[in-house]
Structures are given as C-alpha cells and as structure tokens.
C-alpha cells in the first residue's frame, strides 16, 4: 500500500490541488495551483505529464468553475518540455532529431504562419492558433525523449481508467437529472436543439469530444483488463467498460462510431485478434441492453414528470407518450434525410465545405494563413476575409481538411499529408517490433475520418493522448528492452 500511495503520490497531490481551486472559484487561486503544478512537473516530468490525464479531460469544467486554470495544462507541458531540454543539455544534437513527419508538421505550421501574416491576420490571432495545433506536440517530444518504463505505461493506464468513470458517471447522471445535476449553472442553463438535449456532454462539454476520449479509455481499459490477474480486478473492470461504453453510445455521435468502426476493423485485420473483437462485440451489446436503453428510457420518463418540467428549459422535445427514445431515433434518421443535406448545403458542413473551395480558388498555394476559415482563433478574433465572402457569423469548420486546404493551400495539403501519412507510415514499420504499433495505426486511421467532421487535431485531449502514446512507442530506449516479456500488474 506505501508503494502504491508514492507511485500515485504526485497525481493525488494534483487533483487535491484542482479541486482546492474549483472549491475556492477564485482566478488568482487557479494561476496559482497552475504555476505549482508546473513547478512539480519540472521536477517529475512524467508525473506531470500524468497529471494532465486529469485535467484535460475536464478542462472545459474546471475553467468554467476558475478561469484562473485555464493555462494549467499549457504551463505544465511547457515546464515538463523545459525539464527534457535541461536533461540533454549535454547532448543537445538530440535535441534536433526529427522525423519525416515531424518536418511535413514544422512545413504546415510555417506556411499558415506566413499566409496568415500576408493575409493581415492580428499577431494574437496567429499565436492563438498556433498554439492550438502546436502545444500539445511538446508533449511527443517530450515524451519520445524521456524514459518510459513499465510502471509508468501501468499508471498511465490506471489514471485514464479513473478519470474515464469519472466521466462515465457524471454523464450517468447529466443524463437522468435532464442536464439539471454535478454541471455549472451557465451550462444547466444552455439552450439545446431537441437532437443535442438526448446527448451527453460531460465535463468535457462536447459529445464529440467525450465519445472520442471514451473511445480511447475503452481501448486503453481492454488493455488493462487483459494484463491484469486478479479475477475481482476483472469483474470490475468488465463493469466499469460496459457503463463506459453506455455512456458512449449516450453521446449519439456518429461520427466517432464510424471511426471507431473503421479502426477497429483494420486493428482486427492486422491481428487477427478475435477474441478481443468478440469482447468489445459483447461489452456494445450490454451497454445497450443494460445502460442505454434503460438509461434513455428512465430519462424521457423523468423529463415528463414533475421533476423534469421544473427542471428543463422550454416546452418538452417529444410528445409524452411516445414511448421514449423518439428523439435519439430521429437524430439517427435526420442523417440521411434530404432535408438535412439541403440544409447542410445552405448552413451547415456542407456550406462550410463548398465555402471553403470558393475561397481556394482564389488562393490555391499558400491559402490563407492560420486563424482566417474555421478554426479555433476565429471564433475568438473572427477573420479578415469573411466579409469578402459573405460570411456574416463565426463559423466553426467541423472538418480539419477543409480548414487546412483553405488555410494553408496546395503547399500546406501537402505538408499536411506529410505529417498524417509520416506517423502511418513510421506506425506501420514498427508494427512487428511494438505492441501497441498495431492499436495505434487503427487509431490513426479511425482519426482519418474523423477528420472529415471533426477539427480533430486542435482538440487537446485527443491529441494529448495520441502524441503521448506515440512519443511512447518512438521512445529513444529501445522498446523491446522496456517490456520484453512483461505485463502489467495488478494494484
């Protein structure tokens, strides 16, 4: 039990120190909790790295409750990348080893860079966004030139595991209590279509966000079932997936389901890993079963009571005896509805997409610079060329290929693909030499579609949980020396 507590020690001291700031909402107690951590990463890079697992996930809640954190996560990874320039100050020729892809990334950066600068995109625009795609980067590099050893990928997945139920029972009970419960008032009180009411949002605020984050708690948590011995360990890990993935199909969103699919296909493809695909086949079935439509049922019944009308904003969604479920059913169907494309075309993604190969057209080599079509600076500094184009709102792009193409041009497609084809391709030579090659590869690809209707690579858990598990695998000690015939153990 002591090994245990110091194994953990840093990682409870940090979520004592996040919940002393949601405790006392002050801005001036969250910089400070901020700045401790950072200082405690400096001195254990990896358990700082660790606590991010923590507070990403849930950045969206903790800085709705103290703004004062909202450059927690910044500051850490900036202190831990310090701490790993520090530990190579005598071999600083490391410090400058790249791969292909690394470069195809360092090309896409520089060219929104320059285009955004020409277009006359505001300074604090262009460092806005560039920190959106680049902080989270310091992360692989960091950890592909830190030590990683088995207790550490043990923690790793234990603290995902955590956090993952955290998350699963709060949206448990987002769900049950009609968004009304364990929320920030501004959030209690958010005016919803009736398709986005039926979802769960979590404590990180997105059901997109939260189904592709369960995605990856899911695999991570398979993993852990696999490794681990004790039997009661099992029960209730297989437990914990099944409310996990409930949860997940809770969030209705299609987009992760088919990339989810897609990358558990070509896992399965690869490894021939049956027996893993009939235990996922079977925790979906059950979360259905037991959690969904339960679940969904008991929330259409209570948001008919008198509890619910109290608690819900504005008229009931669906008529009371529908039988429950109508709603989800409805988004499910609306996709492929032609009225839903037309609107789309007129509003929507599909607007957005046409949008952006108007605005190419007109700046087809380096586009038009970061912070300009779609992504995350614009909604925050709006863009220079909107009114050039009859664009009268902040549009968000919901899809990364047509920001990227719009944004950074024929020159900046390619360094792009580059960058996402590199980490495949680097994934691929390594599929025999590592364990989680293979997992990883089906996680990129999944991610691949993603990208389609998602701005998957500005989205910080995500990308905090690939670049950590890739920097992993492309660690400077050579993996089969870390991990030769060793499993995880259980606690």
Known sequence: MKELKERYLYILAAAVLYIAALVIPNSKIGLGVSLVLAVLAFIKPKDGLLSLLIYFPMRSFLTEINPGLKLAGDIIIIAVFLRVLWNHKKNIKSLFHFTHFEWGFFAFMLIGTVAAFLTGVQVAAIVFQIRAFFITYLVYYSVKRLGITKEDVARFLWVTFTVAMILTVQGLVE???????FMPETWVNRQLSPNNATRIYGLINNPNVLAVYLSIALMTSL????????????????ISMVLMTGVWTLTYSRGTWIGFAIGLVIYILLTRNWKSMSRIALILIASVILINIPVAKASNWIKNTDFGQIERNGPPEEDPNSGGGSTEGKRLKDTFEKSTLELSKQTGRLFIVFKGFEIFKDHPVIGTGFATYGDSATKSYSSPIYSDYGIDYDIYSDNQYIQVIVQTGALGVIAFAVFLLGMLFTLWKMRKSSLFAIPLIGLLIGIYWCGFIYNIWEDKTFTLYFFMMLGFILNEKEYKERNRNESITSH
Do not use: P
């Not at 769900?175 to 419960?181: D, G, P, W, Y």
């Not at 993993?223 to 297989?238: A, C, E, H, P």
């Open 223 to 238: 993993y852990l079932y696999q490794n681990v011995s004790k039997r009661g360990t099992k029960i209730f890990l297989m």
């Open 175 to 181: 769900k049950l209590s009609i968004r009304s419960m």
